[in-house]
Structures are given as C-alpha cells and as structure tokens.
C-alpha cells in the first residue's frame, strides 16, 4: 500500500501539478550538463524533505524515467513508510556488511520508482554515508538508472548530508513555510555554497491552499535566491 503519495494517488491535484512543474524546473537546471543524481535535503527536522522526494520520485516516473530513491537518512528513515515496504534490510546493511546493494533494491507500486531503503538504524550513519562503499554505490547506480533521488538528515544538523552533496549533481533545498528558522535556512544555504555545491532551488513547503488542506511544493531557481 503506497501511503501520502499525492501525485500517484490524485494526479490531477493542485499539488500533483506544483511538483510537475518541479520536475520541469529540475530537469531544465542545467544545459551543458546532465542533472541526474540529486540529493534532497532540508535545514531543519519536520520540514517535509521526504515527502518531496518520494513525490518527485514519482513525478519523475511517470514522465517515462527510471527512478531510484535511496534513503540515506540513516537517523530517521522514512522512504519505507512511505511505499509501504519493509526496512528489516537496507543501505545500512548493504554498507556494514560490504554486500551487494542490488539485492536490497525495491519494486513500488508506482511503475517506474524503486526504493533503496535505509535499513536498521546504525551507530555511525557518518562514518557509513562518507565511506568508499558509499560512493561507489552512487556511482553504479547512475549507470542504471535515469533519475537518482537521495533523501538525507537536515544539512546544518549533522554532517551526513554535507558528505553526500559531494557526490551528486546538484541538491534540492526543502524549507516549511511559516516554519523553517532563517538563520538556519541561511547557514544550510551557506554551506553548501562554501562546499561548491550546485543548488539547484528551493522547495517552499506547508504553503496553505484554500481548496484543500496538503501542502503546497512551489520552485525557485537557485539563480533567483537572495
């Protein structure tokens, strides 16, 4: 059972549609070069960093590519809750134990998005997410799949995201309307430029809309960003 899944389950939605043209703005971020493995991340806890990429993952499916979402938020996953799958096995599992990723990839009910969940909670998800293993394993899995979503903790609370934003094409920033602390947006921000790190926007999230009560993903270019 796929669950809080918008734009799989109401596709003509409001909502379903601010991610549509998400996924324009994503895919037009770069013309000299590909834009295809992306990190999602947020500058703070309950900012809804997951539920943007599993949307965007779909999103990205239904356009006709291949999706694969890695859950690489080791402290709290939430991908498996999400697609209704199990996290008994996963990325954290795959890394401790040097084993093939592959067997740990899962088939959704949306056609066209597998989920590499996160596995059990490790005691060092750091130390794992910035291993060579690691690395590798974003490497080859952009040999076989078109899209490459990686959800991560939020960037200014631990380093796990820091890491991770070296090895992909450019990151999504999530911050909850209404909510998000600016001097934490501007650091998560500012950290990611001093890493020379590509941003390629911002999601402005928990928009109220008057005709229903789910959020509202709207997208700004990073170029237009203060």
Known sequence: ????????????SPISEAYRVLRTNVQFTS?????????????GPREGKSHTVANLGVSMA?????VLIIDADLRNPTQHKLFGLDNGEGLSVSLVQDQDYHKYIRETTVPGVMVLSAGPVPPNPAELVGSKRMKCLIEEVGDQFEIVLIDTPPIIA??????????????ILVLAFGEVNKDYAQKAKGLLDKLGIKILGAVLNKVDM?????????????SEQK
């Open 62 to 66: 239904q356009s006709g590519k291949s």
């Open 158 to 171: 631990v380093t796990d995201a820091a890491i991770l934003a070296q090895e992909v094409d450019g990151v």
């Open 1 to 12: 059972m796929v669950y809080s899944l918008i734009t799989f389950e109401q596709t003509k």
């Open 31 to 43: 013309v000299d070069s590909e834009t295809q493995i992306i990190m999602v991340t947020s500058s």
């Open 210 to 222: 008057d005709t229903n009560d789910y959020y509202y993903y709207n997208y700004h270019n990073s």
